[in-house]
Protein backbone atom coordinates (compact mmCIF):
# COMPACT_ATOMS: atom_id res chain seq x y z
CA UNK A 1 0.00 0.00 0.00
CA UNK A 2 1.93 3.75 -0.91
CA UNK A 3 2.80 5.94 1.48
CA UNK A 4 1.70 8.82 1.91
CA UNK A 5 4.03 11.96 0.55
CA UNK A 6 4.23 13.32 4.19
CA UNK A 7 5.75 9.73 5.28
CA UNK A 8 8.69 9.20 2.76
CA UNK A 9 9.03 12.93 3.38
CA UNK A 10 9.64 12.30 6.84
CA UNK A 11 11.67 9.57 6.41
CA UNK A 12 14.46 10.96 4.20
CA UNK A 13 14.47 13.91 6.86
CA UNK A 14 14.90 11.12 9.39
CA UNK A 15 17.47 10.24 7.05
CA UNK A 16 19.39 13.25 6.93
CA UNK A 17 19.22 14.11 10.61
CA UNK A 18 20.89 10.52 11.27
CA UNK A 19 23.96 11.17 8.78
CA UNK A 20 27.38 12.66 10.13
CA UNK A 21 27.75 15.24 7.16
CA UNK A 22 24.44 15.95 6.25
CA UNK A 23 22.81 16.99 9.64
CA UNK A 24 25.71 19.42 10.04
CA UNK A 25 24.34 21.05 7.02
CA UNK A 26 20.80 20.69 7.05
CA UNK A 27 19.68 22.62 10.08
CA UNK A 28 16.91 24.82 9.39
CA UNK A 29 13.95 23.95 10.24
CA UNK A 30 11.65 26.19 7.98
CA UNK A 31 9.38 24.43 5.68
CA UNK A 32 11.06 26.47 2.76
CA UNK A 33 14.41 25.22 3.27
CA UNK A 34 15.90 24.59 0.08
CA UNK A 35 16.49 20.96 1.16
CA UNK A 36 13.10 20.16 2.31
CA UNK A 37 11.58 21.88 -0.99
CA UNK A 38 14.13 19.00 -2.46
CA UNK A 39 12.67 16.25 -0.11
CA UNK A 40 9.39 17.08 -0.74
CA UNK A 41 9.81 16.68 -5.18
CA UNK A 42 11.66 13.09 -4.51
CA UNK A 43 9.14 12.04 -2.06
CA UNK A 44 6.01 13.32 -4.68
CA UNK A 45 7.41 11.20 -7.21
CA UNK A 46 8.16 8.11 -4.81
CA UNK A 47 4.37 8.21 -3.96
CA UNK A 48 3.47 8.28 -7.18
CA UNK A 49 5.51 5.10 -8.03
CA UNK A 50 3.92 3.22 -5.12
CA UNK A 51 0.23 4.14 -6.30
CA UNK A 52 1.32 3.19 -9.73
CA UNK A 53 2.56 -0.03 -8.49
CA UNK A 54 -0.47 -0.43 -6.29
CA UNK A 55 -3.18 0.15 -9.53
CA UNK A 56 -0.84 -2.20 -11.54
CA UNK A 57 -0.82 -5.24 -8.49
CA UNK A 58 -4.53 -4.71 -8.56
CA UNK A 59 -5.35 -5.29 -12.23
CA UNK A 60 -2.73 -8.28 -12.42
CA UNK A 61 -4.37 -10.04 -9.47
CA UNK A 62 -7.78 -9.20 -11.48
CA UNK A 63 -6.45 -10.85 -14.64
CA UNK A 64 -4.69 -13.90 -12.35
CA UNK A 65 -8.07 -14.52 -10.61
CA UNK A 66 -9.87 -14.71 -14.20
CA UNK A 67 -7.69 -16.71 -15.72
CA UNK A 68 -6.31 -19.13 -12.87
CA UNK A 69 -9.00 -22.41 -12.69
CA UNK A 70 -9.91 -21.98 -9.16
CA UNK A 71 -8.99 -25.21 -6.40
CA UNK A 72 -11.48 -27.40 -4.85
CA UNK A 73 -10.32 -25.39 -1.33
CA UNK A 74 -12.43 -22.15 -3.61
CA UNK A 75 -14.74 -24.02 -4.20
CA UNK A 76 -15.66 -25.15 -0.43
CA UNK A 77 -15.22 -21.52 0.73
CA UNK A 78 -17.46 -19.91 -2.18
CA UNK A 79 -20.10 -22.58 -0.81
CA UNK A 80 -19.87 -20.83 2.25
CA UNK A 81 -20.42 -17.73 1.25
CA UNK A 82 -23.70 -18.34 -1.03
CA UNK A 83 -26.20 -15.95 0.90
CA UNK A 84 -29.67 -17.54 -0.01
CA UNK A 85 -32.56 -14.64 -1.13
CA UNK A 86 -29.86 -12.46 -1.91
CA UNK A 87 -29.34 -11.59 -6.06
CA UNK A 88 -25.36 -12.06 -7.28
CA UNK A 89 -24.34 -8.84 -9.55
CA UNK A 90 -23.62 -10.24 -12.98
CA UNK A 91 -20.50 -11.67 -13.96
CA UNK A 92 -19.36 -11.45 -10.48
CA UNK A 93 -18.54 -14.04 -7.65
CA UNK A 94 -18.84 -11.66 -5.12
CA UNK A 95 -22.72 -10.25 -3.22
CA UNK A 96 -23.14 -6.59 -3.15
CA UNK A 97 -23.72 -5.77 0.63
CA UNK A 98 -23.66 -2.39 0.69
CA UNK A 99 -26.07 -1.47 3.64
CA UNK A 100 -26.47 -4.82 4.37
CA UNK A 101 -26.19 -5.62 7.95
CA UNK A 102 -23.44 -8.08 9.07
CA UNK A 103 -26.29 -10.23 11.28
CA UNK A 104 -28.66 -10.04 7.75
CA UNK A 105 -25.12 -11.38 6.24
CA UNK A 106 -24.71 -14.44 8.43
CA UNK A 107 -28.25 -15.23 8.64
CA UNK A 108 -28.41 -15.44 4.38
CA UNK A 109 -25.45 -17.35 4.63
CA UNK A 110 -26.77 -21.03 5.43
CA UNK A 111 -24.31 -23.16 4.39
CA UNK A 112 -22.65 -23.76 6.84
CA UNK A 113 -20.95 -27.22 6.29
CA UNK A 114 -19.38 -27.68 2.81
CA UNK A 115 -16.33 -29.95 1.51
CA UNK A 116 -15.23 -30.65 -3.04
CA UNK A 117 -13.86 -34.19 -4.42
CA UNK A 118 -13.02 -34.59 -7.26
CA UNK A 119 -14.38 -38.27 -9.21
CA UNK A 120 -11.99 -39.87 -11.64
CA UNK A 121 -13.80 -38.43 -14.63
CA UNK A 122 -13.30 -34.80 -13.25
CA UNK A 123 -16.43 -34.11 -11.97
CA UNK A 124 -16.29 -31.84 -8.74
CA UNK A 125 -19.16 -33.14 -6.25
CA UNK A 126 -19.58 -30.43 -4.10
CA UNK A 127 -21.56 -31.34 -0.08
CA UNK A 128 -23.04 -28.88 1.89
CA UNK A 129 -25.20 -28.83 4.58
CA UNK A 130 -26.55 -26.75 7.21
CA UNK A 131 -26.66 -26.00 10.56
CA UNK A 132 -30.11 -26.47 13.20
CA UNK A 133 -30.02 -28.82 16.65
CA UNK A 134 -27.95 -30.72 14.22
CA UNK A 135 -26.70 -30.56 10.98
CA UNK A 136 -29.23 -30.73 8.15
CA UNK A 137 -29.54 -30.64 4.40
CA UNK A 138 -31.03 -27.77 3.01
CA UNK A 139 -34.65 -27.81 2.05
CA UNK A 140 -35.63 -28.57 -1.75
CA UNK A 141 -35.92 -24.53 -2.77
CA UNK A 142 -32.36 -23.99 -0.40
CA UNK A 143 -30.71 -26.15 -3.02
CA UNK A 144 -32.40 -24.89 -6.35
CA UNK A 145 -31.13 -21.48 -4.97
CA UNK A 146 -27.48 -22.83 -4.34
CA UNK A 147 -26.98 -25.23 -7.84
CA UNK A 148 -27.82 -22.01 -9.67
CA UNK A 149 -25.28 -20.18 -6.97
CA UNK A 150 -22.58 -22.21 -8.08
CA UNK A 151 -23.66 -22.68 -12.23
CA UNK A 152 -22.91 -18.76 -12.06
CA UNK A 153 -19.41 -18.62 -10.50
CA UNK A 154 -17.85 -22.00 -11.31
CA UNK A 155 -15.38 -21.70 -14.29
CA UNK A 156 -16.34 -22.04 -17.68
CA UNK A 157 -16.62 -26.21 -18.51
CA UNK A 158 -16.62 -27.09 -15.02
CA UNK A 159 -18.95 -30.30 -14.33
CA UNK A 160 -20.67 -30.46 -10.77
CA UNK A 161 -22.43 -32.41 -8.73
CA UNK A 162 -24.13 -30.81 -6.08
CA UNK A 163 -25.44 -32.76 -3.55
CA UNK A 164 -27.34 -32.36 0.14
CA UNK A 165 -28.16 -35.31 1.82
CA UNK A 166 -29.59 -36.68 4.98
CA UNK A 167 -26.65 -37.92 7.52
CA UNK A 168 -26.10 -41.97 6.43
CA UNK A 169 -26.97 -44.41 8.81
CA UNK A 170 -25.06 -46.01 11.35
CA UNK A 171 -25.48 -49.06 13.45
CA UNK A 172 -23.24 -50.16 15.90
CA UNK A 173 -22.95 -52.84 18.30
CA UNK A 174 -19.92 -52.93 21.91
CA UNK A 175 -18.51 -54.51 24.40
CA UNK A 176 -17.97 -52.58 27.00
CA UNK A 177 -15.95 -53.69 29.53
CA UNK A 178 -16.17 -51.36 32.85
CA UNK A 179 -15.06 -50.74 36.21
CA UNK A 180 -17.71 -51.57 38.62
CA UNK A 181 -16.35 -48.79 41.14
CA UNK A 182 -17.61 -46.04 38.81
CA UNK A 183 -20.19 -47.35 36.45
CA UNK A 184 -23.41 -50.06 37.33
CA UNK A 185 -24.62 -52.48 35.47
CA UNK A 186 -26.52 -49.83 32.91
CA UNK A 187 -23.75 -48.07 31.84
CA UNK A 188 -24.44 -45.45 34.51
CA UNK A 189 -22.21 -43.78 36.56
CA UNK A 190 -22.45 -44.46 39.96
CA UNK A 191 -21.89 -40.93 41.31
CA UNK A 192 -24.91 -40.07 38.80
CA UNK A 193 -23.11 -37.82 37.17
CA UNK A 194 -23.78 -39.24 33.79
CA UNK A 195 -26.54 -41.45 33.10
CA UNK A 196 -25.11 -42.41 29.50
CA UNK A 197 -21.63 -41.70 29.52
CA UNK A 198 -20.57 -44.19 26.46
CA UNK A 199 -23.67 -43.27 24.42
CA UNK A 200 -22.83 -39.81 25.09
CA UNK A 201 -19.24 -40.33 24.07
CA UNK A 202 -20.18 -42.15 20.40
CA UNK A 203 -22.00 -39.60 19.63
CA UNK A 204 -20.14 -36.54 20.08
CA UNK A 205 -17.59 -38.30 18.31
CA UNK A 206 -19.43 -38.80 15.62
CA UNK A 207 -20.73 -34.81 16.19
CA UNK A 208 -16.82 -33.83 16.23
CA UNK A 209 -16.05 -35.50 12.82
CA UNK A 210 -15.11 -33.16 10.63
CA UNK A 211 -17.41 -32.19 7.72
CA UNK A 212 -16.55 -35.07 4.86
CA UNK A 213 -14.13 -36.57 7.76
CA UNK A 214 -13.36 -40.29 7.79
CA UNK A 215 -14.93 -42.39 10.55
CA UNK A 216 -12.31 -45.01 11.60
CA UNK A 217 -12.99 -47.77 14.10
CA UNK A 218 -9.92 -47.25 16.00
CA UNK A 219 -10.26 -43.82 16.42
CA UNK A 220 -13.93 -44.55 18.03
CA UNK A 221 -12.05 -46.87 20.42
CA UNK A 222 -9.74 -44.15 21.49
CA UNK A 223 -12.45 -41.58 22.20
CA UNK A 224 -14.82 -44.74 24.28
CA UNK A 225 -11.43 -45.48 26.17
CA UNK A 226 -11.38 -41.39 27.43
CA UNK A 227 -14.46 -42.59 29.60
CA UNK A 228 -13.66 -43.12 33.23
CA UNK A 229 -14.44 -46.42 33.96
CA UNK A 230 -14.67 -48.03 30.57
CA UNK A 231 -11.48 -50.32 30.95
CA UNK A 232 -11.88 -52.20 27.63
CA UNK A 233 -14.15 -51.09 24.60
CA UNK A 234 -15.20 -53.57 22.22
CA UNK A 235 -16.75 -53.37 18.77
CA UNK A 236 -18.67 -56.19 17.67
CA UNK A 237 -20.30 -55.02 14.49
CA UNK A 238 -20.09 -51.87 12.61
CA UNK A 239 -22.67 -51.21 9.42
CA UNK A 240 -23.26 -48.33 7.62
CA UNK A 241 -26.01 -47.19 4.54
CA UNK A 242 -26.66 -44.10 3.17
CA UNK A 243 -29.68 -43.53 0.77
CA UNK A 244 -31.10 -46.60 -0.96
CA UNK A 245 -28.13 -48.57 -0.23
CA UNK A 246 -28.25 -51.68 2.12
CA UNK A 247 -25.94 -52.12 5.05
CA UNK A 248 -22.38 -52.86 4.57
CA UNK A 249 -20.24 -53.91 7.40
CA UNK A 250 -17.65 -51.13 8.39
CA UNK A 251 -14.34 -53.15 9.58
CA UNK A 252 -12.13 -50.25 9.60
CA UNK A 253 -12.89 -46.97 8.24
CA UNK A 254 -15.82 -45.54 6.01
CA UNK A 255 -16.11 -41.95 4.35
CA UNK A 256 -19.56 -41.02 4.54
CA UNK A 257 -21.41 -40.13 1.51
CA UNK A 258 -23.74 -37.44 3.19
CA UNK A 259 -20.35 -36.20 4.66
CA UNK A 260 -21.57 -37.17 7.91
CA UNK A 261 -23.44 -39.80 9.42
CA UNK A 262 -25.79 -40.56 12.81
CA UNK A 263 -28.02 -43.16 14.19
CA UNK A 264 -31.10 -43.37 12.65
CA UNK A 265 -32.87 -44.71 15.48
CA UNK A 266 -31.74 -44.86 19.39
CA UNK A 267 -31.93 -48.65 19.16
CA UNK A 268 -28.91 -48.59 16.46
CA UNK A 269 -26.54 -48.12 19.40
CA UNK A 270 -26.15 -51.56 21.11
CA UNK A 271 -24.15 -51.79 23.77
CA UNK A 272 -23.63 -54.54 26.38
CA UNK A 273 -22.13 -53.68 29.20
CA UNK A 274 -19.47 -56.38 30.95
CA UNK A 275 -17.62 -55.92 35.04
CA UNK A 276 -14.24 -56.10 34.48
CA UNK A 277 -12.12 -56.82 37.58
CA UNK A 278 -9.08 -54.66 37.98
CA UNK A 279 -6.33 -55.53 35.34
CA UNK A 280 -2.77 -57.11 36.34
Not at 78 to 89: C, H, I, M, S
Not at 90 to 119: F, H, L, M, P
Not at 214 to 232: C, W
Request: charged share 20%.
Amino acid sequence: MARTISEIQQTMLDEIAGDATLSTVATSTSKVAIYRLFTRIVATCAWTLEVLYDTLKVELNDLLAALKPHSLRWYANKAKDFQYGFTLPIDTDKYDNTGVSEDDIEAAQIVRYSAVTEGEDGKLRIKVAKEGADLEPLSAPELASFTEYIARIKDAGVRVLITSNTPDKLKLTLQIYYDPLILNSSGQRIDGADLEPVQNAVKNYLKNLPFNGVFVLAYLVDALQQVEGVVIPHVVTCATSYAAVPFTTVNVQYLPDAGYLRFENPADLVIEFIPQTQLQ
